[in-house]
């Protein structure tokens, strides 16, 4: 089946401990982004990647980090979470092009930092 | 990138009827706009897009309509059914950083 996961769904933590949320696909698609998902704010881009090792920010990168290492993994990084990072996160994978806009859509990691 | 927001945050319509979702954009250089349907505990779907050389593209039961004067998208979803009870998010790209969500019309359908 065709799907991105994303690992963990749910996730507490506190503030200053590094954590690293999982992002995989199984379609090969080049196109992997990160969104967080916040009440009255929609959705915003984090970071991107286009294709392997060629990663760029989006609309909020700061307090974020990621690596695109294989086609498939896309991990969102977290070096020191803050207490404003809680929100619901959300992967996506979708080919190049202009079929980049068919974004496939993880089922969600819901963060809160303490 | 510039915003994309919706006209309503939350929509009501009875089962059955049409609903209409607008959405007013002010990136004129966008190449593409998108729907996106998430229903609770989900990630969005991709639903329909339209380029920007289009006025009107239909799919099954959706239509969406563009107007590049007014710069205002919207979805039209025939004979509403319990399961398009979702939040509808409009998005527009054409650069090379993807999409630029709007803030989202939760759609809830009646009786």
């Known amino acids: 089946e065709a799907q991105v996961t994303q690992n963990p769904r749910y996730l507490i933590t506190v503030t200053g401990k590094k954590l690293t949320v999982t992002c995989s696909q199984n379609m090969n698609h080049e196109y992997m982004s990160w969104y967080r998902q916040d009440p009255g704010l929609g959705l915003r881009q984090i970071y991107y990647s286009m294709n392997v090792e060629v990663t760029d920010k989006g609309d909020v990168p700061e307090g974020y980090k990621v690596s695109r290492k294989e086609k498939r993994n896309f991990p969102l990084i977290l070096e020191s979470p803050s207490p404003n990072q809680t929100s619901l996160y959300f992967c996506?994978?979708?080919?190049?092009?202009?079929?980049?806009?068919?974004?496939?859509f993880g089922p969600g990691t819901r963060l809160t930092v303490t | 990138g510039e915003s994309v927001g919706l006209h309503l945050p939350t929509l009501s319509v009875q089962e059955g009827d049409n609903s209409i979702i607008n959405c007013a954009y002010s990136n004129s250089a966008s190449d593409y706009f998108i729907w996106y349907k998430q229903e609770s505990g989900k990630g969005p779907q991709f639903i329909i897009d339209i380029r920007s050389n289009m006025d009107k593209r239909q799919g099954q039961r959706v239509t969406v309509l563009l107007n590049k004067t007014v710069k205002h998208l919207s979805l039209q979803i025939a004979a509403t059914q319990p399961g398009d009870s979702a939040v509808y998010f409009c998005a527009e790209g054409g650069g090379a950083d993807g999409l630029t969500f709007g803030k989202g019309t939760h759609l809830i359908i009646q009786p």
């Open positions: 996506a994978s979708s080919n190049q092009g202009r079929s980049r806009y068919e974004q496939y």
